[in-house]
């Protein structure tokens, strides 16, 4: 499903939820998002942050309900604003694809929560942390990554990167791991 689609999607949602038929604006969807209490079946499977201009998203992202968001792929696509992002509240126990998560990022320099994800649905990692070139550590330590398949440019353009511990990591699945 394109982008396009599938904030119109999210734009539905949010008005069928609220009860309204008022425009949403694009810098205002993450709060119209976080605002919704979760479940039922408007509770979003996918949320992106594309292009976000902001340097955090933490207000943002506090109360953000990712119990049923199965797919993370592109959620901070292109964020190269932000500096900061505060994950510890984020539940990934469904997620299945954090492919381009992080892509091009690269003026993050904290990344916390990580330790704190559940990736053991996850199959495709590709992309991850893509151009991520400010970012000095990352803790995937706790990464469960029995079932990821491809791996390809994870860490690609980290040229910061002084500490990455893969100790953990099972690629006994993993047919592309590419750059």
Do not use: Q, W
């Not at 976080?34 to 292009?51: L, V, W």
């Not at 994800?117 to 990554?145: H, K, Q, R, W």
């Amino acid at each position: 499903m394109a982008l396009t689609n599938k904030l119109s999607a999210i734009g539905d949602a949010i008005r069928e939820k609220t009860g309204t038929t008022d425009l949403l604006k694009l810098d205002e969807m993450p709060t119209a998002i976080a605002n919704i209490s979760g479940g039922g079946k408007y509770a979003p499977r996918h949320i992106s942050f594309y292009k976000y201009k902001g340097t955090e998203l933490n207000d943002e992202i506090v109360n953000l309900d990712t119990n049923n968001i199965t797919d993370m792929s592109d959620m901070f696509y292109l964020c190269n604003y932000l500096i900061t992002l505060d994950l510890l509240n984020f539940d990934t126990k469904l997620v299945t694809t954090m492919n381009g998560m992080f892509y091009n990022c690269s003026k993050l320099r904290t990344l916390e929560g990580l330790p704190n994800f559940n990736t053991s649905l996850v199959s495709n990692m590709a992309n991850m942390f893509y151009g991520c070139e400010n970012l000095t550590s990352l803790d995937v330590s706790n990464f469960n990554t029995s079932n990821v398949t491809t791996m390809s440019y994870m860490f690609c353009n980290c040229k910061a990167l002084t500490s990455l511990d893969l100790s953990n990591f099972n690629t006994s699945l993993v047919s592309n791991m590419a750059y």
